[in-house]
C-alpha cells in the first residue's frame, strides 16, 4: 500500500486540536489551541465562534509544518467536533451572530420542562432524545427569540444555525454540511428517515432552509480551502465509536473527556430506549446506517480541573497520582451533577453534592470521592444500557484523558465486574474521523481496518464494595430538583 496521511481536525469543547495520521493510523504530529468558556450567567456556557475558526486553522498549519509532510502527500481530511454545541451565522458573509451556545449549556431547562409534559413522546420517537437543553434545538430556538441579528437575517432569509461542524464546513468549503451523527443530536431529526423534521423544525421555529445538508458521515464532500479533500465529517462520541473499532453489535465503548460518554453500537434498526439516548453512529457513503445508544455523564475531566483549579485540592497531577495511589476506601460521596444530571435522571435542575462530611474529613477525601463519583455515574450507564438493550456488556473500551489514569480505570473495571481495554495511543475520536477519511477515499475497507493491529492495555475486575455503589445512588437522589 502506497504511503499516505490524512489529515484530522478535532474541534473540541476544551481545545481544538490537529492530527496528521500515517496509514496504520498512528499519530505522526499534533497541534492544540485552547478554547476559552464563557459564562455570561450561573448555568449558561458559550464559546466564541471566531475563536473556534482561528484554531482550526492555525492547528492545521502548525500540524503540517510540525510534521513536515508536504500538502500533497495528504490524501484526506476528516473533522470531529464536539456536537450540540449551536451557532448561527450570516449565509452571505459566514459572520457569526451571536456567541457559541455550548453543549453544557443550561439556559433553556425550563423550556424543555414544558415540552418534556407537551411533546416529549413525540420528539423521543422521532428523534430519539429526551427532551433536555443539552440537545441543539432549544438552543436555536432561543438565538431566533432573544438574538436580534439572528431575527433579522432569519428575515432577509440569510440565516444558517446549525452545529460547529456544519460551522466550520461552512468555512472550509463554502457550504455548511452536517453528517447524519451530527444532525441526530439536534433534536430535530428523524432518525429514521435520515433527514430534518418538518414538524419538528415548526415546533421550535426554523426554517428548513435556515439548515445545513446532511450527508453520511463518510464521503468525499469537496476540496477545502487548505488543497486537500474533506471525507469524513463525525461527532466526537461516534467517531471514537468507529475509532475503537466497535463495528460490532453490542460492543460498548466509554470516553472520558470533558464529559463521560457510553455508547453501545446496536447494529441497523433504531434502538427504542426509556432514560438512555438513540442516536445515529455513523453511515457510510451508500451503506446503511448504523444505531447506537448512548449516555452521558455531563462531568468527568471538568470534575478534575474544578478539583484543581476552583478548590485548589491539589496542585498537580502528581498529587492527584499520589493520592489515588492510597486507595478509594471512604465514607464521603460526591455527585459530579455540576450542571445538571444527564442519563438516566436527566435532570438540569440537579447540582453538584459532597455529603458524608465530618471533622477528620481530608483534601484527600474529597478528591478520591469525586473520581468515585465520577465511576459511578459510568456504572449507571452501562447498567441502563444492559437493562434497555437486553445485550451484555462483554468488555469495556476506553478513551480520552482521564482513562490515561491506571488507579481511575482499575477503579472501573472493579465497579463494573468486566474487563477494561483501553488502546495505548487514547486519540480514538481523532483516529474514527481518520479511519472514516479513508474509508470515505476508499483507500481502506472496514475489515481493512478490522486486521490493523494495535497495543493495549487490559484491566481485570478485583472485588469492590458493593454497598458504596448504593450508598452514592442515595447520595444521587439528594442532589436532584436543586434549582428551581
Not at 450540540?84 to 449549556?105: D, F, K, M, N
Not at 475486575?461 to 444521587?476: F, G, L, Q
Request: proline share 3%.
Amino acid at each position: 500500500m502506497k504511503d499516505y496521511y490524512i489529515l484530522v481536525v478535532d474541534q473540541g469543547t476544551t481545545s481544538t486540536r490537529a492530527f496528521i495520521f500515517n496509514k496504520y493510523f498512528s499519530i505522526v504530529a499534533m497541534a492544540r489551541r485552547k478554547i476559552e468558556p464563557v459564562y455570561p450567567h450561573e448555568g449558561w456556557v458559550e464559546q466564541d465562534p471566531v475563536e473556534i475558526l482561528r484554531a482550526v486553522d492555525d492547528t492545521v498549519d502548525e500540524v503540517i509544518k510540525e510534521s513536515g509532510i508536504e500538502k500533497n502527500r495528504i490524501v484526506a481530511m476528516g473533522l470531529t467536533n464536539q456536537r450540540e454545541t449551536t451557532i448561527a451565522w450570516r449565509r452571505s458573509t459566514g459572520e457569526p451572530l451571536y456567541h457559541a451556545i455550548v453543549w453544557q449549556c443550561r439556559r433553556t431547562a425550563q423550556r424543555c420542562a414544558e415540552l418534556r409534559e407537551q411533546v416529549g413522546e413525540v420528539i423521543k420517537c422521532t428523534t430519539g432524545l429526551t427532551v433536555d437543553p443539552y440537545f441543539s434545538a432549544t438552543k436555536m430556538e432561543w438565538l431566533l427569540d432573544n438574538v436580534e441579528t439572528v431575527k433579522q437575517a432569519a428575515k432577509e432569509d440569510d440565516l444558517i444555525v446549525g452545529t460547529v461542524d456544519a460551522f466550520v464546513t461552512f468555512h472550509l468549503l463554502g457550504k455548511a454540511f452536517t453528517d447524519v451523527s451530527n444532525a441526530s443530536r439536534t433534536m430535530v431529526f428523524d432518525i429514521e428517515k435520515l433527514q430534518w423534521s418538518d414538524d419538528l423544525l415548526e415546533l421550535f421555529g426554523i426554517k428548513r432552509d435556515s439548515m445545513a445538508e446532511v450527508v453520511p458521515t463518510s464521503e468525499k464532500l469537496g476540496i477545502t480551502r487548505y488543497g486537500f479533500p474533506l471525507a469524513s465529517i463525525v461527532g466526537d462520541q461516534q467517531g471514537a465509536l468507529f475509532g475503537q473499532r466497535c463495528f460490532e453489535k453490542g460492543d460498548v465503548k466509554c470516553t472520558y473527556g470533558t464529559g463521560a460518554f457510553a455508547l453501545m453500537n446496536t447494529g441497523g434498526s433504531k434502538p427504542r430506549t426509556s432514560s438512555l439516548l438513540s442516536t445515529v453512529a455513523w453511515k457510510i457513503k451508500d451503506k446503511p446506517v448504523v444505531y447506537a445508544v448512548e449516555g452521558s455523564v455531563f462531568n468527568c475531566g471538568t470534575v478534575i480541573d474544578w478539583l484543581r483549579n476552583n478548590l485548589g485540592l491539589f496542585e498537580s497531577f502528581e498529587e492527584l497520582e499520589a493520592m489515588l495511589d492510597m486507595g478509594f476506601d471512604g465514607s464521603v460521596f460526591f455527585v459530579p451533577a455540576l450542571t445538571g444530571l444527564g442519563a438516566p435522571h436527566w435532570d438540569p435542575s440537579a447540582r453538584g453534592l459532597f455529603i458524608g462530611l465530618n471533622r477528620s474529613t481530608r483534601r484527600r477525601d474529597l478528591v478520591v470521592s469525586a473520581v468515585k463519583g465520577v465511576i459511578y455515574s459510568v456504572q449507571e450507564l452501562f447498567e441502563t444500557m444492559e437493562k434497555e438493550t437486553g445485550l451484555k456488556l462483554r468488555n469495556l473500551k476506553v478513551d480520552g484523558g482521564v482513562a490515561l489514569n491506571d488507579h481511575i480505570m482499575q477503579l472501573q473495571a472493579d465497579i463494573t465486574g468486566g474487563t477494561v481495554v483501553r488502546p495505548r495511543m487514547v486519540e480514538s475520536t481523532a483516529k474514527g474521523a481518520a479511519m472514516l477519511a479513508a474509508v470515505g477515499m476508499e483507500l481502506l475497507s472496514l475489515e481493512d481496518l478490522q486486521s490493523i493491529k494495535e497495543e493495549t492495555d487490559v484491566f481485570e475486575p478485583k472485588e469492590a464494595d458493593p454497598s458504596d455503589y448504593a450508598k452514592w445512588k442515595e447520595a444521587v437522589k439528594r442532589s436532584k430538583n436543586w434549582i428551581g
